[in-house]
């Protein structure tokens, strides 16, 4: 069974917070049905057919009875609400500071790319007491990233980016498994999450002097498919400046008024829905870039926007 734990490691920070909620919960129902079926047994019995007792039923009034199994069900049921609601902000809230790293899911393997050129194929490497945030989208279908151990799950939908973050407590090889039935091969959708010590992931990470940063692939896309003529930044330039601009987190003021920030949502749609969002002073002349690039090329090139 060593190999499937029907209770995975808790190796990350929020693994026992998790644990302490799913516990409570357990520990609530069990106590509430025990108690319900103990009731139950117990009337069964006293008021079976034949047996001689008082069954006249008369009215009574307990105010005190009445708001104590009101309130306290109460008090119970908003407890576990408050304290889940801070637990799951925690989990969908990633600090700044996280390492990114970039997931592709597709029928049927996970492709984890780094920023620093570094890819694999239903692996992930990444550091202990390091915060890690992946910015995951689906190439086909819907997929689920789900790391047991880290007590994190999170659905990978084609079309958008979906984030997941975590920082693991202990080294070591976790599973990976896709959660979300994705074909006849969903099952074989698993891979191993290795969690290094710090100077092993450096290690790691610059291991191969090949590996090219996704950001100089980046910058190589935007020169070949032409963004780079428009998007200069030189005075009268087509469309708003990009290269040597840092704009990653800033606002975007679009021609009807609103405003968004840019993030690597408003990138990719920018690239294949430019007309959505007209930047204030701009002409709606950018062609869109649908099924012409991949996802992995889109995200190299938010890449690239986003180290400028
Ligand atoms: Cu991918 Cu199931």
Redesign the pocket.
């Known amino acids: 069974m060593q190999d499937f734990p029907i209770f995975p490691d808790q190796a990350s920070t929020v693994a026992w917070q998790v644990d302490a909620i799913y516990f409570t919960l357990v520990a609530l129902s069990v106590f509430f049905s025990i108690a319900i079926a103990a009731a139950i047994t117990f009337f069964a019995i006293r008021y079976r057919k034949g047996n001689n007792v008082d069954r006249s039923n008369p009215m009574e009034e307990n105010t005190v009875l009445e708001l104590s199994w009101s309130i306290i069900p109460f008090i119970l049921a908003m407890g576990v609400f408050g304290w889940s609601a801070v637990v799951f902000i925690t989990i969908r809230t990633p600090p700044v500071d996280a390492v990114e790293v970039y997931v592709i899911?597709?029928?049927?393997m996970?492709h984890a790319q780094h920023p620093s050129g570094k890819s694999e194929i239903n692996e992930l490497h990444v550091p202990v007491d390091t915060p890690v945030k992946l910015i995951m989208t689906?190439q086909d279908?819907?997929?689920?990233f789900f790391i047991p151990a880290f007590r994190v799950k999170q659905d990978?939908v084609p079309g958008r980016y979906s984030m997941l973050w975590f920082e693991a407590t202990k080294p070591g090889e976790y599973h990976l498994?896709?959660?979300?039935?994705?074909?006849t091969?969903?099952?074989v959708?698993v891979g191993t999450v290795t969690v290094l010590e710090q100077a092993e992931y450096e290690n790691w990470i610059g291991g191969d002097a090949a590996d090219e940063p996704l950001a100089v692939a980046g910058e190589r896309l935007f020169t070949e498919n032409g963004c780079i003529s428009c998007h200069n930044g030189e005075p009268g330039a087509i469309g708003p400046p990009i290269a040597n601009e840092t704009i990653f987190g800033e606002t975007r003021e679009f021609e009807d008024g609103t405003s968004l920030t840019v993030d690597e949502a408003y990138i990719r749609d920018s690239i294949l829905n430019p007309q959505a969002h007209i930047v204030a002073g701009y002409a709606p002349v950018m062609p869109s870039f649908d099924g012409q690039l991949s996802e992995q090329s889109l995200l190299q090139l938010i890449e690239y926007i986003k180290t400028q």
């Open positions: 899911g597709k029928q049927w996970w689906s279908v819907i997929h689920d990978v498994f896709c959660a979300e039935y994705c074909g091969e969903h099952s959708m």
